[in-house]
């Protein structure tokens, strides 16, 4: 359910819940993620002769998410496992989340085959010229294939659509630090009281109220997965050819391209860049495609789309 990295909360199947330490060895077993066990795992436990409970075995996962950090030490961490979905919670302001953001955050869903959702929140501040864009950000990633809502977290009919869209599944919220993540998360289950934080008027960004990510079982069925806000989304390593295949507008002509290694840069007779020409490819997405090719750290100011 929560892991603080030193101690993790395990519910278990008669619905106790149970603060554990996890067994040395496993620790040792996996040097390649900060954290060896993440939420949404399955473990077995094990009572040691002092009476404390201990994870010993980490059931294998039917999926997972990661992202790496872009500081130095690359290292890469799990967010969350055993997923049915993975929902980024963009905001057009305060803080604004970038097209490129949204992009890397589908391009990774994509490449762990987790399906992915846009939920654009605090729609409740934004005039109409704000509206409009929202709407051309939203027909974009529909064409795409992405589910997307536009919704305030203030509003009781707008919760109730994200209340269908949770039901029954494991969900990750995901996003910057004051999206909303967790103001959506209490306003989804009001029984949970959990801490929000405000935006910092000088920077119009969040405070990192959450610290952990923690999962929380849904009173319809499901389970809802709050996140720490993310800055930036490291990318793990991903192949130069594999990168367009997590791109649906782009894998869906892949097979139209005359050479079979082709990476759509300027190679002749290739059916992405005539779609590009054409229209029927976003010049914004094309961008992410190239910046994530080139290896690019997120640094997508523009979010506008034209
Ligand atoms: N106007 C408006 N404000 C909202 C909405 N949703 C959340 N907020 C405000 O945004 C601020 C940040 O909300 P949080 O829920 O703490 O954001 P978070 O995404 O959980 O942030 P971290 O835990 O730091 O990652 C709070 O002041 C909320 O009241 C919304 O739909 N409309
Ligand atoms: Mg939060
Ligand atoms: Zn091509």
């Known amino acids: ?102 992009d890397r955050f589908l ?3 994509e490449a762990y085959g987790i399906a992915a959702t846009i939920i ?26 992405y589910k997307c809502y536009a919704i305030s977290s203030f509003n009781s ?3 109730d659509q994200i209340k269908n869209l949770l039901k029954n599944k494991t969900s990750l919220l995901s996003g910057h630090s004051g999206v909303g993540k967790t103001t959506l998360v ?13 935006i910092s ?31 930036e989304l490291g990318l793990v390593e991903m192949k130069k050819e594999e990168i367009c295949h997590y791109f649906p507008e782009i894998r869906a002509l892949l097979n139209e391209c005359k050479f079979n290694n082709c990476i759509h840069i300027n190679e002749p007779n290739c059916a992405v860049l005539k779609a590009l020409k054409e229209g029927k490819i976003a010049e914004k997405r094309y961008q992410s495609y190239l910046g994530i090719l080139n290896g690019e750290e997120m640094d997508w100011k523009d979010w506008e789309i034209k």
């Open 201 to 231: 008027s000088a920077h119009l960004k969040g405070m990192h109220t959450t610290t952990f990510a923690e999962l929380f079982p849904l009173s319809f069925g499901g389970n809802i997965i709050d996140s720490p806000g993310i800055k």
């Open 120 to 145: 654009f929140n605090k729609s409740d501040l934004l005039d109409k010229e704000m509206i409009e864009l929202q709407n051309d950000i939203i027909q974009l990633y529909t064409q795409i294939g």
């Open 107 to 109: 391009v990774t869903a």
């Open 157 to 159: 009919k707008d919760v």
């Open 1 to 102: 359910m929560k892991s603080t990295g030193s101690w993790y909360l395990v519910k278990t199947d008669n619905n106790l819940f149970l603060e554990c330490r996890l067994k040395g060895k496993l620790r040792l077993e996996d040097r390649k993620t900060t954290n060896p066990v993440a939420v949404g795992d399955i473990v077995e436990l094990q009572i040691d002769e002092n009476g404390s409970h201990q994870i010993i075995t980490i059931l294998p996962r039917k999926n997972y998410i990661i992202r790496k950090s872009i500081n130095l030490s690359k290292q890469a961490h799990i967010i969350a496992s055993n997923l049915d979905q993975a929902i980024l919670v963009a905001t057009l302001v305060a803080p604004k989340t970038s097209l490129g953001f949204i």
């Open 186 to 198: 209490n306003a989804i289950d009001n029984h949970l009281n959990l801490k929000t934080g405000h």
